[in-house]
């Protein structure tokens, strides 16, 4: 769910290219710099890069019964990545420091393959059971945005 306002607090980190290596396993929040908003999302790094996922259906659909209608409440009102791909720039914070970056989405199929695969098996170590299979009908999907230094 989004929160109204900036990430004000933390360090702002000005450097380009960081190894996002020291973030694996963290939660970041993320914030929108147009419209703002923020939300708290998983980090997934990927050959020192850094992306964040935007599931639409892809794992909520298919986690247990009890835990299903907060991801479809959730995705009712789940238009970050519309809001991102209108506007990229972000500023996240991870570890009390503050980036600004680019959210780039990930169109190559190949990386998308690799960080679905990764973040079902996230999901399915946090509800200690195997997700079910891949809905045919949508809502579906699964989006993933890589955070890039702003130029």
């Keep these: 769910m989004p929160f109204p306002g900036e990430l004000r607090g933390g360090t702002l980190v000005t450097e380009g290219e960081i190894d996002w ?18 939300r708290t999302a998983g980090v997934m790094v990927l050959d020192g ?15 247990p019964a009890p835990h299903r209608w907060g991801g ?13 791909m209108r506007d990229d720039r972000v500023v996240l914070r991870i570890a009390g420091k503050r980036y600004g970056r680019r959210a780039v989405r990930v169109t190559d199929p190949e990386i998308t393959a690799i960080l679905s695969s990764r973040f079902e098996d996230s999901a399915e ?15 579906n999907d699964i989006s993933f945005f890589r955070m890039d230094p702003r130029s």
């Design 125 to 139: 170590r946090a509800f200690s059971k195997p997700l079910g299979p891949v809905p045919n009908a949508g809502p």
């Design 72 to 84: 479809s409440l959730i995705y009712r009102f789940k238009h970050w990545h519309e809001d991102a």
């Design 21 to 38: 290596t020291f973030a694996k396993g963290e939660m970041m929040e993320l914030q929108l710099v147009d419209p703002v908003s923020s």
């Design 49 to 63: 890069q850094l992306y964040v996922a935007c599931d639409l259906g892809f794992i909520w659909r298919r986690i």
